[in-house]
């Protein structure tokens, strides 16, 4: 069977962690730090601060920008749950908003959505291919839509404006315009979660890079105390001569990265530039030149002269057939040897969303994509056979299924 996502875990790998484990430091200390330093250099941002989830920088970020009851946070429907479960843990609601043919949240949508009420947008890069970033800020930066925006503390007062988060769980390494995703937005959060382009198993990464009159580097030390109980030194800290002592400055959260975890990453985002992601481009390539003259095919977006795709996974949608033989296809893939997916079910099909009364019909693209949408593996180990084996596989059931 050809899994869909599996880790890269190879000898690098295992002898980075093996060398973290006999150092006697396994939890946040030196590597993290070096893993956050590392990340900071890759992207061009301020600074990193790395974390435990995507979902907990999440959590962390909106509760440093002071979001709480009465808050809205506008989000794409077509997206995984986590950041949706972010705002609502925090006493807010999520406004959700319909997504462009991309797959990314249209900017349109955006605008019609901004009330009083508004004081983060989360857009997400779907696939890989990253949103339209420069749009979505021309519009929180109109007069009208900035007049809207009412500040409740001094952090939302400086910003004057609506915090833009992206979610960039799947982008690592994307680019617009020749600038990497990291230094897009005011704030970017990657995951590190075992399918993601690199791994540290669990794990995610918040980037920092707030416009002036913020101090990055003083927010990074704020958020480094709210992800760890609101403790003012972690362990790795306490250990350096008679620094024991420490204090508890709010009851903050507990998800800091371990040295783990990061030796993962240090190995993963080394080699990510000259090797992990020109595989992946090469496997999205290969799908690509495959199924473009297939009629049935709309195949997702391709790096263009603007924006460069990180290819996580190949997000196919087959022209003609609805959920049911979507769902079909995929199982006699499966049953031919080989594993696929969907990204994602909207949220307002999810039972928690669907009882707070979200309506799918009110987001028509989402469904419309969602409904005949299938991802299919990019992974580095994935071998050219592995990749000939399953597009035989898909156009052959596809074709079956169709009828043509």
């Known amino acids: 069977m050809i899994p869909f996502s599996p880790p890269r875990i190879d000898d690098k790998t295992i002898e980075e962690v093996k060398e973290t484990l006999l150092s006697g430091w ?3 200390g030196p590597k993290t730090k070096l893993f956050e330093k590392h990340i900071s250099s890759y992207c061009g941002h301020k600074r990193t601060i790395c974390v435990s989830s995507a979902t907990a920088g999440f959590e962390l970020m909106m509760n440093w920008f002071g979001v709480g009851r009465g808050d809205e946070v506008i989000i794409p429907a077509y997206t995984y749950c986590a950041i949706a479960n972010a705002v609502v843990h925090l006493g807010a609601k999520p406004v959700m908003v319909d997504v462009d043919d991309d797959f990314t949240i249209s900017p349109e949508k955006i605008r019609e959505s901004v009330t009083s009420k508004t004081k983060v947008i989360i857009p997400v890069d779907v696939g890989g291919y990253p949103a339209d970033y420069k749009r979505i800020y021309d519009i929180i930066n109109e007069k009208k839509i900035k007049e809207k925006f009412c500040p409740d503390n001094d952090v939302q007062k400086g ?18 315009e020749g600038k990497k995703v990291g230094i897009l937005t005011d704030i970017t959060i990657f995951s590190f979660q075992a399918t993601k382009n690199i791994t540290t198993c669990e794990g995610g990464a918040v980037c920092i890079n707030l416009p002036k009159p913020f101090d990055c580097d003083k927010i990074y030390k704020q958020i480094a105390i709210k992800s760890l109980h609101g403790q003012t030194k972690d362990a790795y800290s306490k250990t350096k001569g008679n620094s024991w002592r420490y204090d508890i400055l709010e009851a903050g959260y ?74 079909e ?63 035989n596989s898909l156009v052959r059931n596809i074709e079956s299924v169709l009828g043509v």
């Open 26 to 28: 396994i939890t946040t």
């Open 329 to 391: 296809i995929i199982k006699r893939v499966y049953n031919d040897g080989a594993s696929l997916n969907v990204h994602y079910i909207p949220l307002p099909l999810l039972s928690f969303y669907r009882e707070l009364n979200y309506n799918i019909e009110n987001f028509p693209k989402s469904y419309e994509l969602y409904s005949n949408e299938i991802s299919l593996p990019i992974y580095y180990d994935l071998t050219d056979g592995n990749v000939d084996f399953i597009i």
């Open 159 to 176: 910003l004057g404006r609506i915090l833009v988060i992206s979610d960039a769980a799947h982008s690592l390494g994307a680019s617009i």
């Open 254 to 327: 507990k998800s800091n990265m371990t040295d783990l975890q990061a030796a993962m990453g240090l190995v993963e985002l080394k080699r990510y530039e000259s090797d992990m992601l020109p595989k992946r481009k090469y496997i999205f390539n290969k799908y690509y030149n495959a199924l473009k003259d297939k009629k049935w095919a709309i195949l997702p977006p391709a790096d263009n002269s603007k924006n460069k795709s990180a290819c996580n996974v190949f997000m196919l949608r087959v022209s003609g057939v609805n959920e049911q033989q979507r769902d």
